[in-house]
């Protein structure tokens, strides 16, 4: 029943405490706590002293009259405009019980989650540790740095973005300037997309398995490391201006050049060794002078010796291992046609 919920999309008002809420929930969650933060420490503080008949008279005497009917009011206005609505709490106990038995006071009925948060995060990891037997056929796209294979699986309707789902674009100068989800919220929501994808093959992008601070699961990794691969081969040019339009003009869109500009060579740093500081005192040069004249092709100079001199030898040696799984490799487009007909 419940992974019928999930693959449903069905809206959750999750009455946990924001604190709760932000270390994991369910992507088609809204938290509408019934108890707040401060609230509920003082309801637990009376639990641990008093027992719980205490506790729970604390929290009647703290959510009454206008704070009462306030709360009332935030759970029926969303039970209306999501008439499919469903409740939970930590692990279906006393606070959504009693959220189920105010709204039925005013005349509406939802339905709770027995075991709460605590079993649709478990239904979540059985998806995720099931995946190592999915009986779809999983393909992965792989390709050079600035492929733009992101682009093509967020465009297929069969593809899974994990770098959307990580919030992270997955290599050194992968950040985003909003923080990466929980862990909880990233597996929960990766689960949940898993579930809706109606095909029998499942397209991703080739991945390591830490994306920025996050971990793929390992089972899910696992049947991705074993699957077949196609691979974009696109031209050094059109990968340097994907790149440049993504990790600088996008970028800039949102921040100031000189913070830009520090971030790049930040994240140049911690790949310096790996690099080598002949090239890495070149690009960290050649990235000051393209920010200082804002000229795109000294932009290029500095992406195109990157890729030349670091990801792209990365690629080729790990390729190496694949290779044997390879069921086709041509441009964007050709791989986008083969993908759509295959």
Not at 171 to 193: H, K, R, T, Y
Not at 215 to 233: C, G, L, Q
Not at 312 to 332: A, T
Request: hydrophobic residues 35%.
């Amino acid at each position: 029943m419940l992974i019928s919920l999930l693959q449903k999309q069905i809206p959750f008002i999750d009455v946990r405490a924001p604190v709760e809420f932000s270390k994991g929930a369910l992507p088609t969650s809204t938290n509408l706590p019934i108890l707040f933060d401060e609230e509920r420490e003082l309801v637990g503080k009376a639990y641990k002293k008093l027992g719980g008949q205490s506790a729970t008279e604390l929290g009647h005497a703290i959510v009454k009259d206008k704070v009462k009917e306030k709360r009332i009011e935030a759970w029926v206005d969303f039970i209306e405009e999501n008439p499919s609505a469903h409740l939970y709490c930590a692990r279906g106990g006393q606070r959504s019980e009693i959220a189920q038995s105010w709204i039925a006071e005013r005349g509406i009925d939802i339905p709770k989650i027995e075991g709460g948060f605590k079993s649709l995060r478990n239904s979540c990891l059985t998806i995720l540790d099931k995946a190592a037997n999915d009986p779809k056929e999983w393909i992965i796209i792989a390709g050079k740095t600035g492929s733009n294979k992101t682009g093509l699986v967020s465009k297929l309707i069969n593809g899974i973005d994990l770098e959307m789902h990580a919030n992270h674009r997955g290599s050194a100068f992968g950040g985003f300037q909003s923080p990466q989800p929980s862990p909880i919220d990233f597996e929960n929501s990766l689960a949940c997309n898993y579930l809706k994808i109606p095909n029998n093959t499942i397209i991703l992008e080739d991945e390591s398995r830490a994306i920025g601070k996050l971990v793929i699961p390992e089972n899910f990794y696992h049947k991705m490391i074993n699957s077949k691969i196609v691979i974009i081969d696109q031209p050094l040019d059109l990968r340097s201006d994907h790149i440049y339009n993504e990790y600088v003009l996008n970028a800039l869109e949102s921040q100031s050049s000189i913070s830009l500009c520090n971030k790049l060579k930040d994240q140049l740093e911690k790949i310096s060794k790996r690099l080598g500081m002949d090239s890495y005192n070149k690009i960290y040069k050649q990235i000051s002078i393209a920010f200082q004249s804002n000229n795109k092709d000294e932009h290029h100079n500095w992406i195109q010796q990157l890729l030349q001199n670091y990801y792209d030898k990365m690629y080729d040696y790990q390729l190496d291992k694949k290779m044997s799984r390879c069921i086709y490799r041509g441009s964007w487009n050709d791989v986008e046609a083969f993908l759509l007909e295959y």
